[in-house]
């Protein structure tokens, strides 16, 4: 008995010397020596791995910087201005401040404000109901409401609405830009997060003339150009029919939000609006 | 009896409507007539709002290489050429027309007489198929005149003139093979001497022993032109397969079935050319069947393009009430509808309507690999493979899986036992590798 | 009007699904059962219902309270695991080893993995093999045929016609010395032996399978390529030294092989999707079988042979495509 236990040490600690001394080997040989700085990069950064950066992960995102030998043009967003600003330090260069930045949904499509004419039937995925038809209110431009924004966030920033069938965003949202890339119809737009959490936009990117886009939606941006006008920044321009808000050029006056008739612009945690009367309303504009 | 080899699966065929004659459907007060009716780039309108037309008379023109002629269906005036709502709900162009009279264009013969003497040669015969609009009227509206086009070095030893009919429900061309055979043979000897090929072959599924030996009965007149049954079988009307049963060549992959000698045309698409070349006649006017659960009559008729769908369901006898799909095409590859105010175009085989309890897939489960997909596909594929690859956003494994071999046919998300939407995600994974090898070329 | 609905094509759907495909496979596995429940009596019945009722409810349970999800169980797909796990086991076996059979094959051979479909192991051979290792002493004790209808405990048991073969092999006696201890191949065929509940037929089982075949519930490739490539091993043996090793009519009809080839290797789940691949995966059971059988400690090897290849599937599926239309 002794012996069969002898013959098993030996041969176990022969096969397992012997693959160390392969092992030991191969490594040599196929060693890649690399700057040692990029793990105190990829150390620093939040290890997401979102993409939100623009590079393949945390570790491609390390790589760059290191190879482009300076941090401009670089941004983390899942990290924000801590992380590059830490990164700074110990590669002692400079960060830029980038602006915070927030996903906006720009579509109010709603059950109510679109209500669905014909209901769909099929794979549970925006970019095949995209593919296959206009959507269940009739409107070509408008958030078709199956979540593949909602399955491509890796941070739960982004769920769906049971009430209106919208996406919300909540605040925890990086901007990684991920549910922008998800998004067949170009409906979701990364935007400065503003003073104080404040944002105007318009809610809309349907691009057809006034009368199709109301006769599918009771909120569609109608083109009529009302805000363009009010707007003391010029921050608001107007294509295809379709009110943009440019957000580096807005001031948050919210002057344009009473002026929709569709009430396509929305305005994001401001303080409730005083009542105005049309009598101050004619001395404020003297 | 002849089919071919592999996968294909046998729905039950509910060809309701195939002894009812041919109806002519009365004039609508509008139609429609939407610029992209062909696979490829859309026609150029040519007339503005306010222009009188003729039935007959150029109203849009191919300016592409792969695009055709559109010829007004109606006489009136063009009440505005704008967008309209297609099937899918989005926005195309169309020329909007208001019927007045039914004033024919005087170069076209509305005679009945049957003209058989084939007077033009084969470079006039091509010019006139694409100056009179004809694609094919099997579903693909692929412009008929650029198929006669061979590439530089391929030379065509076999016309193949597809009378299958394979989807279920579909009675059209069933009807018009018994109805206008003649004229369908001779458009078939046009097309062959088009084509410059000696050999005609017509394929038609044994459901149909009338067609069958209406047909056979008029090759003796039609030196060239054999007619074959095969055993009934879908989708034995994809051009691959119908080479395949009928000669058993096998068309590479990704390459035209023109690689091995043939050409296909519908018969359909064979009377059209008929029409064109002996009497002048553009394709204004196609044979439709109506049919479906829901329709009290089921029956086929003759529709004028750019007539809306709600004419000849009503005329049909549908029930809105418990209307639940309404498909344009057969069951297996038919388009759902989401408005009865899309119009009938060149393409419209058949208006299917189904009743409420038959227009929902039923639930969908786990797959439980069971491989009926992979049995069935007569392309040889993996359907499941390549649907959850293009699910989960893997579009390189779908391209290696051959995705674009696809033909969409259907077979696969019709056998399998938990309902997955297999095509759906086939499809949108074709999209994206068909884009991503567009972007890889650029 | 209604809301129309709008879906990509097609929008016809053949009648079969999950539940015909499953409940198909119940049908066809009763006349097995009703020859278990011949010549085991009230044990097999006995087994056969704790069996069901446990899968049933263990997956009822984790479905419900581990995963979260609607129960599936209505699917008839756990049922099939029970009526299998019971198969696979002695009639004599104690209600808490089938129940903790059941619980391994539904908890850890299949809903570990995510439920139906996602398994890569047959889960009434996870459960089945896990008694077999835990339980050896149980899990071997067949009780006689016939004798034993009316009997619950200290049923008179024997060893199975694999298991003589195996032992009197041992032992130093030849073969044909060793063919008078056996059942003769007619009461194999009928079932009158020692062994598992359900593989004791393989006349039920042959039926059964039929029946699958006319509802294309399987094809022949698996169960013919597993028992023609066993065959085909078992007879070369047999040829080369008759004294050593048995011939392949005795290998076709003891012990598991036709429960194995007919039902457990053809699990849809667990088994490869082209028919070439299929093919393989049948001769590999085959071949592995008869190793095991006959070189290997155990007696039987039809559960291990189908676990070994249910590993090779997803090899198998990489390898063995199906033949492309128009490809090279």
Redesign the interface.
């Known amino acids: 008995m002794n012996e069969t236990f002898l013959y098993a040490v030996i041969s176990l600690v022969a096969l397992g010397a012997t693959s160390a001394v392969i092992l030991f080997f191969v490594a040599q040989k196929f060693k890649v020596i690399e700057d040692p700085r990029i793990d105190i990069v990829n150390d620093a950064l939040p290890g997401a791995n979102c993409g939100g950066c623009g590079f393949a992960g945390c570790r491609n995102f390390a790589e760059s910087i290191i190879k482009a030998g300076s941090l401009e043009g670089f941004s983390c967003p899942a990290g924000g201005n801590a992380t590059m600003t830490s990164v700074a330090e110990l590669l002692g260069m400079v960060a830029a401040e980038t602006e915070p930045q927030i996903a906006v949904i720009r579509c109010n499509g709603s059950m109510i404000n679109s209500p669905a004419k014909v209901q769909l039937d099929g794979a549970d995925s925006c970019a095949f109901a995209h593919y296959l038809f206009a959507g269940e209110g009739g409107c070509s431009h408008g958030c078709l409401g199956l979540a593949d924004c909602v399955r491509s966030c890796i941070f739960d920033a982004i769920y769906m609405d049971s009430e209106s069938g919208l996406p919300i965003v909540k605040d925890n949202c990086i901007a990684c830009g991920a549910c922008v890339k998800a998004c067949p119809r170009a409906i979701i737009e990364l935007r400065d997060k503003g003073k104080k959490d404040r944002r105007i936009f318009v809610s809309c990117v349907n691009q057809e003339k006034g009368a199709p886009a109301k006769k599918n939606c009771s909120v569609a941006c109608i083109g009529c150009g009302k805000c363009v006008k009010v707007c003391p920044f010029e921050a608001i321009t107007m294509n295809n029919n379709l009110a943009y808000i440019d957000y580096s050029k807005c001031k948050l006056c919210r002057k344009c939000v009473p002026e929709c008739p569709t009430d396509a612009i929305h305005e994001l945690n401001f303080p409730p609006r005083k009542i105005v009367t049309t009598e101050e309303a004619a001395t404020a504009s003297v | 009896m002849k089919t071919f080899a592999l996968g294909g699966v046998h729905p039950e065929e509910a060809k309701v409507s195939a002894a009812k004659a041919v109806e002519i459907l009365p004039l609508p007060q509008k139609v429609i007539v939407p610029l992209g009716q062909n696979l490829g780039a859309p026609s150029k309108a040519l007339v503005k709002k306010g222009d009188e037309v003729k039935v007959g008379q150029l109203i849009a023109t191919a300016e592409a290489f792969i695009s055709s002629n559109i010829h007004s269906p109606v006489s009136g005036k063009v009440e505005k050429v704008d967008d309209y709502l297609d099937s899918t709900g989005y926005r195309r162009p169309a020329i909007f027309i208001d019927v007045i009279g039914d004033d024919w264009d005087s170069t076209i013969d509305t005679s009945k007489e049957i003209v058989s003497e084939i007077s033009l040669s084969s470079t006039e015969i091509i010019q006139k198929m694409k100056d009179m609009g004809i694609v094919g009227l099997g579903g693909a509206t692929f412009p008929s005149h650029v198929k006669l086009m061979l590439p530089d070095g391929k030379k065509a030893e076999y016309l193949i003139i597809n009378g299958v009919e394979c989807e279920p429900y579909l009675t059209s061309d069933h009807r018009l093979m018994l109805e206008r055979g003649e004229e369908m043979m001779i458009g078939v000897r046009i097309l062959m001497k088009g084509l410059q090929v000696q050999k005609a072959l017509i394929g038609i599924e044994a459901n149909k022993p009338d067609a069958i030996q209406a047909l056979t009965s008029l090759v003796a007149h039609f030196p060239g032109i054999e007619v074959h049954a095969l055993k009934v079988q879908y989708p034995q009307g994809g051009e691959k397969q119908l080479i395949k049963a009928l000669l058993n060549r096998e068309v590479p992959s990704g390459k035209l079935p023109i690689e091995v000698g043939c050409v296909v045309n519908n018969v359909g698409t064979a009377f059209a050319v008929y029409e064109a070349i002996q009497k002048n006649k553009p394709l204004v006017e196609r044979i439709v069947t109506v049919t479906g659960s829901n329709i009290q009559n089921p029956g086929n008729y003759l529709v004028r393009i750019g007539t809306p769908v709600r004419e000849l369901l009503e005329k049909a006898g549908w029930n809105p009430e418990t209307a639940g799909k309404i498909i344009n095409g057969g069951p297996m590859m038919g388009k759902a509808v989401s408005s009865t105010d899309v119009p009938v175009v060149k393409g419209t085989s058949g208006i299917l309507v189904f009743d409420q309890e038959e227009s929902k897939r039923p639930n969908v489960q786990a797959c439980i690999r069971c491989a009926k997909c992979v049995s069935v596909c007569p392309m040889g594929l993996e359907p499941y493979l390549i649907a959850r690859a293009s699910e989960i956003g893997m579009y390189e494994i779908a391209e290696n899986e051959h995705a674009m071999d696809c033909m969409e046919c259907g077979s696969c998300q019709y056998t399998c036992p938990s309902a997955r939407p297999l095509l759906d995600h086939l499809r949108l994974g074709k999209n994206k590798v068909a884009h991503i090898i567009r972007t890889r070329k650029n | ?14 009648v ?3 539940k ?2 499953m409940w198909g496979v119940v049908i066809s596995l009763i006349p097995a059962m009703m020859v278990s429940f011949w010549y085991f009596g009230l044990g097999a019945i006995f087994v056969t219902a704790v069996a069901i009722v446990s899968c049933l409810v263990f997956e009822y349970l984790i479905q419900k309270f581990l995963l979260k999800e609607t129960p ?1 169980i209505t ?1 008839g ?1 756990a049922m099939i695991t029970g009526i299998l796990l019971a198969f696979n086991v002695p009639s004599s076996l104690p209600w808490w080893q089938i129940m903790i059979g059941s619980a391994v094959a539904i908890g850890i051979g299949k809903m570990s993995f995510g ?4 398994n890569p192991f047959n889960p009434a051979l996870v459960g089945r093999v896990f008694l077999l290792i835990s339980f050896p002493v149980d899990m071997t004790s067949w009780p006689t045929a016939i004798e034993n209808r009316f009997v619950f405990f200290d049923a008179a048991t024997g060893p199975t016609s694999l298991g003589v073969l195996k032992e009197n092999l041992m032992a130093g006696e030849t073969v044909p010395d060793i063919i008078s201890k056996l059942p003769s191949y007619q009461e194999m065929f009928i079932g009158q032996m020692n062994g598992s509940l359900g593989e004791v037929s393989a006349f039920a089982l042959l039926l059964g399978g039929i029946y699958m075949l006319y509802r294309k519930i399987i ?1 022949w490739h698996i169960p013919f390529s597993f028992v023609a490539s066993a065959v085909i091993f078992s007879g070369i043996l047999w040829m080369v030294n008759p004294a050593m090793y048995i011939d392949p009519m005795f290998h076709i009809l003891a012990g598991g092989m036709l429960l194995g080839a007919i039902y457990m290797a053809t699990d ?8 070439a691949g299929m093919l393989v995966f049948g001769v590999g059971c085959g071949l592995l079988t008869i190793l095991i059988r006959v070189f290997g400690a155990y007696p039987e090897g039809v559960s291990f042979a189908i676990l070994i290849m249910n590993a090779f599937v997803p090899l198998i599926n990489r390898g063995f ?8």
């Open positions: 009007m209604n809301r129309l609905t709008v879906s990509g094509s097609p929008h016809v759907h053949d079969m699904s999950v015909s495909v599936t699917d797909s439920g139906l479909g996602k094809t849809m789940v667990t088994s490869p999707m082209t028919p495509k199906p033949k492309r239309f128009g490809g090279k």
